[in-house]
């Protein structure tokens, strides 16, 4: 499917062999019941339950987090060991994702993914577990490994069940609570674990305390499994009473990441503001301490700010985004708030008590922008059977950049202080800024703009 064969499905114009056409005919000739396949009740079934299962990913990726302290003390490691817990889901991501991807849009489908993908995650939370109930912390790394081999396949597997359902006509209201539920998991994963630890003290031993709530998380998880295979089989029910063609799987060739034109490779780029984001909100609470004079839990409170309104926000401003379109022109803005952070901070005078406040405001508006308006452009660039290579490609890049930007920001930290810093983070976002506006530019002057197109509500007056 090319860029032209996408238009009907962004524009407005007719096009019998879309998707979506092809179910509201298969509607029309019969009753349309709160059952039905294409109704809203079973649509919105379906979203909530794999956002659950993402929810879920998410906190066992994330779910060290809340047990800081008590890994810490009961396993008798230090802190860089502790980091260790969250390197290896990291760093293997940026093969895995890509590998990944490919083998679910050319070999496995959605369905079977989802289900092996949730099974690796099973296996990664008992491994981690019975490392935690042994005390040794070589097999919870491996726990943690695997772990991170599955909830870092998940979010691609999510955007091809939604352009399956949904096409590309909604897929940004998808994504966008499908976002909400990504941020809801580390949420829950930074309050849950340390309050069922505490909630076993019946157990004497603390490492079966340890062991137990690592236990509790593989129980969620099989409860996830179980939400998967509903998902799989209401999935396959929707394909049977809408007639529609099941996907087409081809053999993986070296040549598959050649078909991703220059459009798609410098979208992805702009996966980097993930990255100055979360690398920033890793060392923003000193930062706001040393420099703003500010407590620790006034730094800890101004530098949660930056995810505070995007539960809650982000799916509200994705309908207003699937609403209007031009998702590039909205990305533009919420990168400019995000540029307009860094430049105050960087300019701004120390011991301005008041700055941290109001930049972490505006670095929430800006997150939430561009995770309504970005999270879906490469969806709209690539073909319906990329989708899951596309986001493969998107999650290597953000586990990449942000590896190299955490290495880099200790370093300029350490050796030239926070004004440095601040300068590199000004510019990269600068120069993100300027591949969004090339994009912008590209897209203008194509046939057919994709990712700058108008949204539902235009086409439903036309």
Excluded at 65 to 78: A, F, P, R, S
Excluded at 99 to 122: C, E
Excluded at 158 to 164: G, N
Excluded at 211 to 227: D, E
């Amino acid at each position: 499917m090319t860029l032209e064969s996408e238009q009907p499905l962004l524009s407005g114009h007719t096009d019998s062999s879309s998707a979506e056409e092809e179910a509201d005919a298969i509607d029309k000739s019969r009753p349309v019941t709160c059952c039905h396949p294409n109704h809203w009740p079973y649509l919105t079934t379906l979203l909530l339950l794999i956002c659950y299962v993402q929810a879920l990913c998410n906190y066992c990726n994330d779910s060290p987090g809340g047990l800081e302290d008590t890994i810490i003390k009961v396993m008798g490691i230090d802190t860089t060991q502790y980091n260790l817990l969250f390197l290896v889901t990291t760093w293997p991501s940026i093969f895995v994702s890509v590998i990944g991807g490919v083998i679910a849009d050319r070999i496995l489908g959605p369905r079977s993914s989802s289900i092996i993908i949730l099974f690796i995650v099973l296996v990664g939370q008992l491994v981690w577990s019975a490392g935690s109930f042994l005390n040794y912390f070589w097999v919870v790394l491996i726990g943690r490994f695997i772990i991170g081999m599955g909830a870092t396949l998940f979010p691609s597997i999510c955007i091809m069940y939604f352009v399956s359902w949904m096409g590309k006509k909604y897929l940004t209201l998808a994504v966008a609570i499908c976002g909400t539920a990504a941020r809801l998991g580390p949420a829950v994963a930074l309050a849950l674990p340390q309050f069922i630890y505490q909630q076993l003290y019946y157990f004497t031993d603390p490492l079966y305390r340890l062991g137990a709530t690592v236990l509790v998380g593989a129980g969620l998880v099989l409860i996830g499994l179980m939400a998967t295979i509903i998902v799989v089989f209401m999935d396959k029910y929707r394909e049977k009473v809408l007639q529609k063609k099941k996907m087409e799987m081809s053999k993986i060739e070296c040549s598959d990441l050649k078909q991703f034109d220059g459009l798609f490779w410098l979208a992805s780029s702009i996966t980097l503001y993930y990255s100055i984001v979360f690398s920033f909100t890793g060392i923003g609470q000193v930062f706001y301490v040393q420099k703003y004079g500010l407590s620790l839990e006034e730094g800890s409170i101004t530098n949660s700010f930056v995810f505070g309104a995007t539960i809650l926000a982000t799916p509200v401003l994705g309908y207003i985004v699937n609403g209007i379109g031009y998702h590039m022109l909205w990305t533009m803005v919420g990168l400019t708030a995000g540029l307009l952070v860094h430049v105050v901070l960087l300019v701004s005078i120390p011991g301005l008590h008041y700055m941290p406040y109001v930049t972490g405001m505006l670095y929430s508006v800006s997150y939430t922008i561009v995770a309504a308006a970005y999270g879906v452009v490469p969806g709209l660039i690539v073909e319906e059977n990329q989708i899951a290579t596309a986001y493969g490609i998107i999650n290597s890049f953000l586990s990449l950049f942000w590896g190299l930007l955490s290495i880099v920001s200790g370093f300029i930290i350490d050796n030239n202080g926070y004004f440095m810093l601040e300068i590199m983070n000004t510019s990269l976002l600068f120069l993100i800024l300027m591949i969004s506006v090339l994009v912008l530019m590209i897209d203008l002057v194509s046939v057919r703009p994709v990712v700058n197109a108008p949204g539902t509500w235009k086409r439903e007056v036309q």
